[in-house]
């Protein structure tokens, strides 16, 4: 059974920023507008060179002789430890079908408002399309239009929220999600045995994981001094995983050692970001270990 609202939110009117962009494109409504001290500034992107992101060689973990397995491991362990961001390359996920995954969710948001309003976000929800984690009517909003769904177990998924427009959107989503789950999989054992743990450590400890998928769109924006893609904020899950799209803006910053540090995708990698889960189980599980990093 879905997820449901558990009390009645109010969440006053949200604007969806596609068709602001598209029928009053100079008008930024008041709940967009961020606080002075919330504004982006030219000073957010950074001092610490993008190419400095830590980079792991999926390939060198699963295929690599015994040497080229613990130089990658070590890798991770310091990603992880340092930054909680790395990109990873060679991580086995095909990439006609991060294009496909890609081309799907653009098609879904190029969708008329009233056909992506079928699959409306119900206020107090995290699956569906709108805005998250809306609580009140005075919460200032991100200029962002999203989608989200539930993936495992089979019990959090809401069918009414499946589109079936685009009509192969939902069998990609499938798909995608396997190989991004296998991937995770694989990640969490070598970031456990980089703790000096046993590889299976966090699948003894999450058992049935959950697995959600969320995108995000960005429409361009006349005043963008004064809004925000993504409020900041830190995951709550053990695994991020990010496809951004080819061709798109650095729109990603990391902060790290209090500085926002913009982050370059490298062509076909994916973006893996340490969440709350791993760094709690980290703090409290393993206590003569080095933390992993919490400024995410």
Known sequence: MAPVPISSIKVGHIDDVQELRKNRPKTIPERFVRDMNERPTPAMALSLPSSDIPVIDFSNLTKGNTEQVQTEILKLAD??????????????????????????????????????????????????????????????????????????????????????????????????????????????????????????????????????????????????????????????SALTVLQQAKGSPVGLQILKDKTWVPLQLIPNALVINIGDTIEVYIYICVPSLLVLNSDE
């Not at 054992?189 to 980089?194: A, E, P, T, V």
């Not at 994981?209 to 900041?232: E, F």
């Open 79 to 236: 990603a992880c430890e340092n930054w909680g961001f790395f990109q990873v390359l060679n991580h086995e996920v095909d990439l006609t079908l991060m294009e496909i995954m890609e081309k799907s969710s653009r098609d879904f948001f190029m969708l008329p408002l009233e056909e992506k309003q079928k699959y409306h976000m119900a206020p107090g929800t995290v699956q569906g399309y709108g805005q998250a984690f809306v609580f009140s009517e005075d919460q200032k909003l991100d200029w962002c239009n999203m989608f989200a769904l539930g993936i495992e177990p089979q019990f959090i998924r809401n069918p009414n929220l499946w589109p079936k427009n685009p009509a192969t959107f939902s069998e990609t989503v499938e798909v995608y999600s396997r190989e991004v789950r296998k991937l995770c999989q694989n990640l969490l054992k070598y970031i456990g045995l980089g703790l000096g743990l046993e590889g299976n450590v966090f699948e003894k400890m999450f058992g049935m994981a959950v697995q959600a998928i969320r995108m995000n769109y960005y429409p361009p924006c006349s005043r963008p001094d004064l809004v925000l893609g993504l409020s900041p904020h830190s995951d709550g």
